[in-house]
């Protein structure tokens, strides 16, 4: 196993040069892996709406970087950064609605920002400097949660679902952290990674994630999870979150829900891994989380070619919630939460 992939550091989701913002475009992989390099927060909200920086502490990241950009070039332009930095937070705002991390960094970068004297002279530095703490606790944070999460594993299969690995955050990862963290403490886990219609986010970036890793792994469509349950196949289930709210309803990618309901069914533990930045207090259950609905062409096309009658009317929800119910425990950065949710959830933000 290739310890850099062990460790989730060979994979670069984003990179600050100090001038731009580099991504790996996701849209791409595994076909080739392409860098975008951006220098306009603009340019930052396009690649968060057209997913190729996708996962929500990833795009929290890539906000909070977008942010600088747009006070940088205000400033080398003579403008007012107050202004530009307005602006550019609405732009970002309403890139994806669905996951809280986007919002919770613009709203750290605004709070340091109005910290700030209106003069420009500094304040991009500053901004800067909270960007990077944002990603540096980002990382900080899912080691620490994949430590926690690695003691709920037992050697033998976990399946999973979307992408919740380093691709999806500023490195190592959520769910992905989770499994990192138990192959590195000597557990043999096999990973079944659900291919995630539609955008196939677990065949084309989970699977490149787990092969980087030397973690041994099998694809299988999304319809194919009840009938390895009920072979018992696999021990556990572990997955990402976009959004939970306060009575531990999880938001995450579609499918997600079907899952989890077929866990209960045959009695496997589900896990959701998660940072504390992804819990929204402020929403009290699962039906007020907002839920993105996206092109219906992710549906009807699939690189580029019509699979679907022309015509034929679409749903693409980009997200299902989860009802806390069928979750068997939140590991966070900060310990593993078990039912009941809500108090554990108020003892976070104490």
Known sequence: M???????????PLEWTGEALRLLNQRVLPLRESVTSITQA?????????????????IGVAAAFGLVLAVRNATRKRLPWREEFRKAALQLRATRPTAVNLFWAIDRMQKAADKLPDE???AAYHLEREAMAIRDEDVAANRRMGA?????????SVITHCNAGALATAGYGTALGVIRAAVAAGKKLHVYVGETRPVLQGARLTAWELGKD?????LMTDSMAGAILQAGKAQAAIVGADRIAANGDVANKIGTYGLAVLCRAHKVPFYVAAPVSTIDPAIRTGKAIPIEERDGREVTHFLGTRIAPDGAPVINPAFDVTPAKYVTALITERGVIRPPFPGGIRKLFR
């Open 120 to 122: 420009p002279e500094g």
């Open 214 to 218: 030397g973690i041994p792994c099998t």
């Open 148 to 156: 926690n999460g690695a003691k709920l594993l037992k050697s033998g």
């Open 2 to 12: 290739d310890p850099r992939g062990a460790s989730g550091r060979s994979i670069h």
């Open 42 to 58: 603009e340019g930052v909200a396009h690649a968060i709406q057209t997913m190729v920086v996708r996962g929500a502490p990833a």
